[in-house]
């Protein structure tokens, strides 16, 4: 038994520990494109059919309203609609396609749970949760879908909250990160420099706010201006100080433009300022990663726990 988990430990963690581990490892990843692709094609207007609310789209609205018929002017009573036949979401192509990757997700997941070494680092690990929130928003839309079907609680669930259980499908994205030794990098790099980060972020909302006041005060004399407060700023001020400049607003006056170059000029210090730490530590994790692949032996850019079973 304990053999058995430690295989199944280094089947579902360990890609390079046998060629059975890289086909795996392979089909996980085809598996992961695949739900990505179904995710994006299902919102193209031509395969929603005008039922946003299908399970397929993860928002369950019921049948669409019957379309009113007209009144002929020579008939005395008219012909009573006929609403539309409403196709369950259970039946759609795309749900079929979603319900054959998370029957891949889910086994995959139980698999490392029962095999894993440690159950409390098991969920600590932000790699699980990540698959968890992967599989999550289709069980739930699944039971909200049974539920309208046999006629069970509100017809309807609040289109807000079922449009972010539809975007945390996203997140699927990152289960790439278990497979890519890039993306964990990434992923280290950023953790090692949340405190750059983090001082970063500040130093933009302090440019933000005074920039944002500046323009509005240079341009207050403008009648047809665009900063009509310094709340409606904000936004101009992001993307100067970001140097992406959407153009969608622009000051107009002498004062104006003087304070968007400053603020252009002040956004390219602020942002350049923490790169380098951030390029270090990148540079710091890689050849990590190279001295482990020249050494024969793969260092996981994320700790991984000893098996206690080896």
Known sequence: RGGLRRRAWLLCEHPESSPAARVVALLSVLVILVSIVVFCLETLPQFRAGAEGEVSALVILGPPSPTPTTTSTTNTS??????????????????????????????????????????????????????????????????????????????????????????????????????????????????????????????????????????????????????????????????????????????????????GSLCAIAGVLTISLPVPVIVSNFSYFYRRELRGEEGGQVVPASPCPHHPLE
Request: net charge positive; charged share 15%; proline share 6%.
């Open 78 to 259: 008219s012909t009573p609609p006929t609403p539309p036949p409403h196709r369950s979401g259970l039946t759609d192509p795309f749900f079929l396609v979603e319900t054959i990757c998370i029957c891949w997700f889910s086994l995959e997941l139980l698999v490392r749970l029962v095999a894993s070494p440690s159950k409390a680092a098991f969920f600590r690990s932000a790699m699980n949760l990540i698959d968890l929130a992967a599989i999550a928003p289709y069980f739930i839309a699944l039971g909200t879908e049974l539920a309208r079907q046999r006629g069970i609680g509100q017809p309807a669930m609040s289109l807000a909250v079922l449009r972010v259980i539809r975007l945390v499908r996203v997140f699927r994205v990152f289960k790439l990160s278990r497979h890519s030794t890039g993306l964990q990098i990434l992923g280290q790099t950023l953790k090692a420099s949340m405190r750059e980060l983090g001082l970063l972020i500040f130093f933009l909302l302090i440019g933000v706010v005074l920039f944002s006041s500046a323009v509005y005060f240079a341009e207050a004399e403008d009648a047809a201006t665009a900063f009509t407060s310094i709340p409606q700023a904000f936004w101009w001020a992001v993307v100067t100080m970001t140097t992406v400049g959407y153009g969608d607003m622009a000051p107009v006056t002498v004062g104006g433009k003087l304070v």
